[in-house]
């Protein structure tokens, strides 16, 4: 879940058609909203994002990234924003430190991989380990 900050709602605001404007209205009105469909909704955009929402993107990728694959196989890491570790059926259980398998890429590279403006096999990313690529089916998140 991804909380609101003024600097990112005002961002949203910015890029958002009114359909979406509507619908950002309907979540912040909520008790506990959470943006993070409309900050990838917004992401969609190939336009730059400026510093506030690509963080704010790349947080709550990671966060919904941890919550569909939970697990401590493979950690994502999208320095110096966000990073996750996320599971899968294979790979070792990792209990503490930095798992075996790390996959690191650019703010930018997670966006465009998250809303699948980018294929996995086009990525500019650092991989290492045997199941490091297994991540690629969790991409893209939208």
């Known amino acids: 879940m991804f909380k609101p900050t003024e600097k990112v ?6 890029r958002l058609d009114d359909d979406g404007l509507a619908a950002l209205d309907a979540e912040l009105r909520l008790r506990r909203p ?21 963080a ?8 919904l990234l941890g919550e569909r694959h939970p697990g ?5 890491r999208v320095p110096p924003f966000a990073a996750v ?23 930018e590279t997670f966006v465009a991989l998250a809303t699948g403006r980018l294929a ?17 089916v969790a991409f893209p998140l939208t």
């Open 9 to 14: 709602v005002a961002a949203l605001r910015a």
């Open 34 to 54: 959470d943006l993070t469909r409309l900050l990838l909704r917004a992401a969609a955009d190939p336009a730059p994002l400026g510093r506030d929402l690509l």
């Open 120 to 136: 996995w096999a086009a990525a500019d990313l650092r991989a290492s380990g045997v199941h490091a690529d297994e991540a690629s």
């Open 85 to 107: 570790q996320i599971g899968f059926a294979s790979g070792p259980r990792h209990t503490r430190g930095t798992p075996p398998n790390v996959v690191e890429m650019t703010g």
């Open 72 to 76: 401590a196989s493979i950690e994502v």
């Open 56 to 63: 704010a993107v790349c947080r709550a990728g990671c966060a």
